[in-house]
């Protein structure tokens, strides 16, 4: 019961907020964080030595090239590795985490940790996610992201969507959007019973994107729309058309440079009426001076924003 405790010790603090359209007309909550983080830099101290002292204080287990730190639940909460980028290089440490999973009790122990592991540390990714509860599963199965970039959809037994991916695994930003109440009701995980559903949009950024998270996703959200949306004044060939694309994001490498853009200026248009989406964004920008103290904090007070 503690461990079910702990997971869900953030839902009091989540946005009553009322999304009221003439689909919905329902209470909704929303909330962002932080999902997934991944830190590398040069290293200061032995590394096998403190492994080796992980170990023998129960805190870690050995796996592969490095060590996956283990909670009071016995769960892996991070994981750290030595890495090599090319011959040329000196040997760096990695350490990759899910800061929802690190109950405050570690989190300044970690912080120090890392503070003392690295030297001049950056990430290399940073995953951030949106939960979106009491949203109805038919209306959240229609959004797509707007853009020609590859997309895979995960369908389950009964034909509904469950999953979805926009880019490619090793892209430096990739967009994943699933049915967060499914997975949790797999893992016979507990649910409130206020919690009717609860979808995850999540956006992964690797690399340089890391640094530039808040300006990849109010770009990510600027082409994130459902043809629900569709204002009654385009023509019908435009109308056919978005939707032919919202169905098969592979037609979009099939267009001209011209008709892209037409396409996407007519996708932003939507995406000013879409009221989820409105709502996303309104959100995000209640929520981003949080995520940047966040991931600032991580790094000891070095400026993430990438501005």
Known sequence: MQKLIKNWDFLPTLSNRRLVSHILGIEYKMMWSIDR?????????????FGDFLISKGF???????????DKFDENIAYIERVKFSKFEEMKCRIDFNPNKIGTWIDDDL???????????????????????????????????????????????????ETAYWGARSSERQVRMYNKYLEQSKKKEYIPDEISSWWRVEVQLRRTKSDEWNSVIHETLENFCSPFYIPEHFSVTDEIAIKGLMSDQNLWSKLSKNSKTKYRNLVRKIVKEDELTKELFKSFDEYQNELKRELDTWLRGIDVTGE
């Open 111 to 161: 912080k120090a940790f890392i503070h003392e592991l690295f030297d001049e540390p950056h990430f290399s990714r940073a995953d951030i996610a949106c939960d979106v509860f009491n949203i109805p599963n038919d209306y959240m199965q229609q959004y797509r992201l707007n853009d020609s970039v590859t997309f895979k959809p995960i369908y389950g037994r009964t034909g509904e969507l």
């Open 37 to 49: 983080i991944t830190i590398v830099g040069r290293m200061k101290i032995d590394v096998d030595e």
């Open 60 to 70: 870690a287990k050995e796996i592969g090239r490095g060590w996956s730190l283990l």
